[in-house]
């Protein structure tokens, strides 16, 4: 009776391990085909300039500056340009834009600015067009004394009614210390996009993270070199290239970080536009989104003078520096610098890409959907129902979501064989499993071996 239980355990283990076997086989098999999943990559982005085009955009450049004051996405995505003449008008009215009469053209608009950046620099204030209100909207921060503060109203009584002085909260800083945190001696600042010369890859950052020759590393213990810093602009601009190690920005070149994981696909590269929904993303405050409230913005801060920047009121923290600004998978800006924090909200300031990509020589890695999209011929009429500014604000998006490929290896080894996402879990029950086989298989030899010691003793005992 013992013999036959001790058999039927054997069996039933025999049997337990075998289809554990088979299942860790099905579950190792279906995470391989969902790892291979069909993906669409990177690649450079082709063109002479690479920009998302912008009906509004177009439609200044054609009446030109003297008789227009800039453009802007309306509450209802379309697309609005301010004009000087009834005939300007008639133009914008018949592209299908919105026209919007005002008394001040850009070239007034401009000269303005340049008069106030010719003053005596003053930090912790910043100027920009505002577009939908026709003026230049003059901040200072609470570091400005109250002589500097009447100083620049002098200034600004000079040029013009249609120049407006108010105050910002807190204090306009850089956001030192893709979205993925890198780290070097200088600080802690966040990747942007990848970008290549043809040859060689690299992350496009902001410029006041370091200085030509920085090391940048992908964790705090400094084990993982990520990069070097090969180019600055700062200040003036606020734009670098941290060079790869490797010299190759790796899988997932295309995405940009948004925290637990996740990743947003870049697809494009364009300008910003005055009252379009965006998206920023950084290692510190993860992704946050707003509203771009004014274009060639200047900001004096404690480093230096930036002009041509993008005005936001979506909020950033130390740390953020250099991250991407999106929208709709739309490489828009990184990160420069502002005021307040993600708790009080406050005013952040971006580099724009298109800007520091001409200058640098270098292009933007997309996904391959995206590249293929943009090399269509554009249409010979602004359209805006053709592009992202067709997109009503409150309807706006990130863009397509896909997963982050970590530069972080210090995940633990427990973590990545339970990972359900990975063959790992199903090698190890098949490896369970052959493990248990195979003890049944000695615990029956050891045991026959023991029968016949016992019957051989008593044979010949």
């Known amino acids: 009776m013992r013999h036959a239980r001790r058999r039927v355990v054997r069996r039933v283990t025999r049997l337990a391990a075998v289809g554990g076997i088979l299942l860790g086989g099905a579950m190792a098999a279906q995470a391989a085909m969902a790892d291979e999943a069909p993906r669409t990559g990177a690649t450079v982005l082709r063109g002479s300039t690479g920009s998302a085009e912008d009906p509004g955009a177009s439609l200044v450049a054609k009446l030109g500056t003297a008789r227009t004051a800039g453009n802007w996405i309306g509450a209802d995505g379309k697309t609005v340009v301010a004009v000087t003449d009834s005939a300007a008008a008639a133009t914008v009215r018949a592209a299908g834009a919105e026209p919007k009469m005002v008394s001040h053209s850009m070239n007034e608009l401009k000269s303005a600015a340049a008069t106030l950046r010719s003053a005596p620099r003053v930090a912790g204030t910043a100027w920009i067009m505002d577009y939908r209100t026709n003026r230049v909207v003059v901040e200072a921060d609470s570091t400005v004394s109250a002589s500097d503060w009447s100083d620049m109203k002098q200034v600004a009584t000079s040029i013009g009614s249609f120049v407006e002085m108010q105050r910002a909260k807190g204090t306009f800083t850089t956001r030192l210390n893709g979205a993925q945190p890198i780290l070097s001696t200088n600080g802690r600042c966040s ?71 996740s990743g947003i696909r870049i697809t494009g590269l364009g300008d910003a536009t005055v009252g379009e929904k965006v998206f920023r993303s950084g290692s510190t405050s993860g992704l946050h989104d707003g509203e771009v409230t004014g274009l060639n913005a200047t900001v004096n801060y404690p480093e230096g003078t930036v002009t041509g920047l993008i005005q936001t009121n979506v909020c950033a923290e130390p740390g953020d520096s250099g991250g991407p600004l999106f929208s709709d998978g739309i490489a828009l800006g990184v990160t420069s610098g502002g005021s307040g924090d993600c708790t009080a909200g406050g005013t952040t300031f971006f580099q724009p890409v298109t800007q520091a990509v001409q200058t640098l020589g270098v292009k933007l890695l997309v996904s391959t959907q995206g590249a293929n999209a943009q090399s269509a011929a554009p249409s010979a009429t602004p359209s805006s129902s053709a592009t992202r500014s067709a997109i009503a604000p409150s309807a706006a998006n990130p863009g397509s979501s896909a997963p982050v490929t970590s530069t972080d290896s210090g995940e633990s080894l427990l973590s990545r064989l339970t990972d359900t996402n990975t063959v790992a879990p199903g090698l190890l029950v098949i490896a369970g499993s052959l493990i248990a086989l195979v003890a049944t298989r000695w615990i029956r030899a050891e045991a026959d071996r023991n029968a016949y010691r016992r019957h051989y003793s008593t044979t010949w005992g």
Request: charged share 15%; hydrophobic share 35%; glycine share 20%.
């Open 191 to 261: 990747a942007g996009f990848n970008v290549t010369d043809g040859t060689t890859d690299f992350i496009l950052t902001a410029g006041h993270c370091g200085p030509k020759g920085s090391i940048w590393f992908a964790d705090s213990k400094g084990d993982q070199q990520l990069g070097t810093t090969v180019e600055d602009t700062f200040p003036g601009s606020d734009f670098s290239l941290v060079q790869y190690a490797s010299g190759k920005a790796g899988d997932g070149a295309d995405v940009v970080a948004i925290g637990g994981g």
